[in-house]
């Protein structure tokens, strides 16, 4: 089936540092990803929308200077987190729309960030 | 506003014994409403899904939901639960108008005890 794997699962960074998570759809073409954040014993919620070739689209309050989302590529999408801090520590989580499926998306196995 | 609640933190379960994971949804138009299994320090995985048809959805390793338009309600269930269900459970819906904006509960933590 359709995967997508998302590295690294787990990063420590010291604060102020800029770290990268990378997110790629191994056996199909996603033209839309999807980048999440869980809090612990929080839900998901999502972040922003990334689009192959063009801006990502950003939810309310999210800082999209601090998250920056690049969609070079139909099977990449990467999310860094410039300047770091504490509080940005948190469960990063990737997912692709299936091209074609209807209502079909898969899951990144996530990224545990933790900003000392 | 679209929303989904999942009344209950956890749930407790003996194995063997049926499980229900509730959840009920709020939202404008037709819900597609989802179920979500994760695992700890893992992604999210599909268990499975309403989009339109028969109200009752079966998925993944045994586990079903029921649509329930008048409760607004789309509950997991299993008729015999495993020790290995035992995880983080997540509702989700999301709606015709911007389908790919997902609308998660809180989740539930299911303990499915030997």
């Known amino acids: 089936g359709a995967v997508v794997s998302q590295h690294p699962s787990r990063v420590i960074c010291k604060s102020g540092t800029s770290v990268k998570i990378e997110c790629r759809s191994l056996d199909f073409q996603a033209t839309t990803m999807f980048w999440y954040r869980q809090f612990p014993k929080q839900s998901l919620m999502l972040m922003a929308t990334?689009?192959?070739?063009?801006?990502?689209?950003?939810e309310q309050g999210v800082e999209k200077d601090k998250f920056l989302i690049n969609h070079a590529s139909l099977t990449l999408s990467t999310l860094t987190v410039t300047s770091a801090h504490p509080e940005d520590s948190s469960f990063y989580i990737c997912?692709?729309?299936?091209?074609?499926?209807?209502?079909?998306?898969?899951f990144g196995s996530g990224t545990r960030l933790t900003v000392v | 506003a679209q929303s989904v609640a999942q009344p209950e933190d956890q749930v407790n379960v003996a194995e063997g014994n049926p499980l229900t994971v509730k959840c009920t949804y709020s939202?404008?138009?037709?819900?597609?409403l989802f179920w979500y299994v994760q695992y700890p320090n893992r992604g999210l995985q599909f268990l499975l899904k309403?989009?339109?048809?028969?109200?009752l959805v079966k998925g993944s390793y045994g586990f079903e939901a029921e649509f329930n338009k008048s409760q607004t309600s789309f509950h997991l269930k299993k008729p015999s639960a495993l020790v290995s269900d035992s995880a983080l459970y997540f509702c989700?819906?999301?709606?015709?108008?911007?389908?790919?904006?997902?609308?998660f509960g809180s989740g539930t933590k299911l303990n499915v005890k030997p």
């Open positions: 309403y989009i339109t048809g028969d109200n």
């Open positions: 997912s692709a729309r299936l091209t074609g499926s209807n209502y079909g998306y898969t």
């Open positions: 990334s689009n192959e070739g063009s801006k990502a689209t950003y």
């Open positions: 989700a819906v999301t709606q015709g108008s911007n389908f790919n904006k997902f609308y």
């Open positions: 939202v404008s138009g037709n819900p597609y």
